[in-house]
């Protein structure tokens, strides 16, 4: 388990390896609701679905990649935008604003990209 979690800082110390991995795990909160992972809908009618955990996990992951790349470039406060991602993309009538989740996602990328000046 170690060596896993030693491959996965290996990758996301390089940017463009960050930027690779985070978009994958990303890529399904852009499906699932295709399938009512965040619908309000779902949650009366059915409860919460299978959909609906996938999509909980993968936001899960995108914040702890955040904090992992915020330790390594030193700006911490990436996580802010990854878990802001995951309140406008779960919480009911938030995930109507349209983008909220998507902006918070590119915040992250481009915050990413270099080291932190330290005066």
């Keep these: 388990?170690?060596?896993?979690?030693?491959?996965?800082?290996?990758?996301?110390?390089?940017?463009?390896?960050?930027?690779?991995?985070?978009?994958?795990?990303?890529?399904?909160?852009y499906i699932l609701p295709l399938y009512g992972s965040n619908s309000l809908f779902s949650y009366v009618m059915s409860g919460?679905?299978?959909y609906f955990w996938v999509h909980f996990f993968c936001l899960l992951a995108l914040i702890f990649l955040a904090k992992l790349r915020g330790k390594i470039v030193g700006k911490n406060y990436l996580v802010v935008?990854?878990?802001?991602?995951?309140?406008?993309?779960?919480?009911?009538?938030?995930?109507?604003?349209?983008?909220?989740?998507?902006?918070?996602?590119?915040?992250?990328?481009?915050?990413?990209?270099?080291?932190a000046e330290i005066s």
């Design 1 to 29: 388990m170690q060596a896993l979690a030693d491959e996965l800082k290996k990758i996301v110390a390089t940017f463009w390896g960050f930027v690779v991995v985070y978009l994958l795990v990303a890529l399904p909160t």
């Design 81 to 115: 935008f990854a878990q802001l991602a995951l309140v406008f993309d779960l919480v009911p009538f938030l995930n109507f604003i349209p983008f909220a989740a998507t902006c918070m996602h590119f915040l992250v990328i481009v915050n990413a990209g270099q080291k």
């Design 48 to 50: 919460i679905s299978f």
